[in-house]
Structure formats: C-alpha cells, structure tokens
C-alpha cells in the first residue's frame, strides 16, 4: 500500500501509486511508529522540494528520520507552498532566491529562513490552505488554480488539468476573470520575475 505522503497543489497528503519527480518535507517528522500520518502536517516553517536522488544516498521512506513528501512536479510543489532545496537542489534555489530578490526588489538574495517565514504566511490560514483571488490575466507559467476542488495549471495560453498522474488535455485559458489561486502571490511573483519550474512531461 501507498503511504500517505503525495502532495497536492492543496497541500493535502494522499496515499497513491503515482509517486512524481520530486520529494521534500515540512521540516521534521509527521507520521508515527505505525507509518500512518499524526495530526501534524508541519514541524516547521522549512518547507523544501528536493530531488529523488543525490550521492547515492539511501532512505527508509517514512523510517526513524522525516517525513518524506512526494510531488507530481515543481509548480505542483510550489504550490502546495514548498521551495527548492539549498542543498541538493542547489541550482534551481539559488535562481529562486535571485527571482525572489528581482520580484521584491532587494539588493541581495535572501536568506531561506527569510522566504520561510512570508511563505508560511501566505499558504495557510489556521491549518487550511490559503486561496488568493486574482485575475487570471495576471498569472505566470506555473501558477496553479482551482476551479471548485479541481486544480489546474497555467501553460502559456492554455491551462492543465493537474493530477496525481500527470496533466490533462489542455483547454483555452479563460480572460478577464477572477479565480483562486493555490500557489502563493510570493512564489507567483518569483515566477513572474523569471524561475523557471520542472515540468512534467505530460505538461507538453
């Protein structure tokens, strides 16, 4: 059986076969002796995405460390409210904190406790997922919304239907339209300043 550990664009853990191209964690450890979750869904405001394998190091998913979180892609994780890893995902942290510094006009890349702390602030409300209402003509290449419980993805002028699996057909992009937005306005402007995501292949 799956574990609970497959990260939506909600932020909500599920427990499926498709595993995705990235994993992360919230900080520490959120399931039990048992290998089932506890109430906590954070330890902390360290919220990363990091890649399936570096230095051929080997973890027991879901052992005596943290808990493992798996995504579908990068605009799935960043908009469940994580950000790449410092450490084994190097690069793509680095263009992050320099797109953040751009969008937010610093003169240096912040630091990641600094990112933490706005993005903690934007991705939830009490324990529930924060949604932001904006216009859809403002959204940038990976920026997630959702239509009722339904998220998709904005490609270019089309938007993707997300699943655990992979994307959907694409359908036109509507225009002069509010809808909620799922990834943070922080990461959105991160986005916007130039971060490209890792797609997933089914994107296209």
Not at 2 to 12: A, S
Not at 21 to 42: A, K, P, V, Y
Request: glycine share 8%; proline share 8%.
């Amino acid at each position: 059986m799956p574990l609970q550990n497959r990260v939506d664009p909600f932020g909500e853990l599920s427990a499926v076969p498709a595993r995705g191209l990235l994993f992360g964690n919230r900080g520490g450890r959120i399931h039990g002796e048992d290998r089932c979750l506890t109430r906590r869904r954070w330890t902390s405001r360290a919220w990363i995405c990091c890649r399936l394998a570096f230095k051929n190091r080997q973890r027991n998913v879901w052992g005596n460390s943290y808990t493992e979180l798996f995504f579908l892609d990068d605009p799935t994780a960043l908009a469940a409210g994580h950000r790449p890893c410092f450490e084994c995902r190097r690069t793509d942290a680095l263009a992050f904190a320099a797109a953040w510094a751009r969008a937010h006009r610093l003169n240096v890349p912040p630091r990641a406790g600094e990112m933490d702390a706005v993005l903690h602030a934007h991705r939830l409300q009490g324990r529930a997922k924060r949604r932001h209402c904006v216009a859809i003509d403002d959204l940038p290449d990976g920026a997630i919304i959702a239509e009722g419980d339904h998220p998709s993805a904005v490609r270019g002028d089309a938007l993707l239907p997300w699943s655990f699996a992979g994307y959907g057909s694409p359908r036109p992009r509507p225009r002069a339209v509010e809808v909620d937005l799922l990834t943070p306005p922080a990461i959105v402007s991160v986005l916007r300043a130039g971060y490209r995501p890792q797609w997933h292949p089914s994107a296209g």
